[in-house]
């Protein structure tokens, strides 16, 4: 087979293997068919858990080194937790194009356990809910242009 194709194909046993270009994290099922394997799916879930644990992390570490209880009571969680977060969705979004906005929706998942952690109420739950949507816009919006700029790239 071509070296640069899109899939290689490998019989071993009754398996079959699927080695995937490095920017196809997240290959839609038009692509691969029904040869998805336990390995692919495995291997498409950690650029989401990766997105998931910067969120809890950015937002606990932010807490405790402000002694605030929400992360974006301080003023570091905007000059700092927010350009870290989108730093690594743009390479989350450069590396796997497909769909973007899981990524957020993953980085603002872990924000939400970072409030649950920290001893927060939930009776202000659906209020935060509509906070972190505000405050992830930035996230989307670099999470998408950096998809748009893999795809892009990836045509030539």
Wanted: aromatic fraction near 8%; hydrophobic fraction near 45%.
């Amino acid at each position: 087979m071509d070296p640069h194709s899109y899939r290689q194909r490998e019989m071993t046993g009754n398996a079959v293997l699927i080695a995937r270009s490095p920017g196809a994290c997240n290959a839609g099922p038009s692509d691969i068919g029904a040869e998805q394997t336990m390995t692919r799916r495995i291997h498409d879930y950690v650029p989401f858990g990766v997105s998931g644990l910067c969120g809890l992390l950015v937002c606990l570490a932010i807490s405790m080194a402000t002694g605030r209880r929400e992360a974006w009571d301080s003023g570091a969680y905007f000059y700092l937790g927010i350009p870290v977060m989108c730093a690594v969705i743009f390479v989350l979004g450069h590396r796997c194009p497909d769909r973007p906005w899981r990524l957020t929706v993953s980085m603002a998942t872990g924000q939400a356990f970072a409030l649950v952690m920290a001893g927060n109420s939930l009776s202000l739950w659906p209020l935060s809910l509509v906070a972190m949507t505000v405050l992830s816009v930035p996230q989307f919006v670099v999470g998408s242009w950096a998809s748009k700029l893999a795809i892009r790239k990836s045509r030539g």
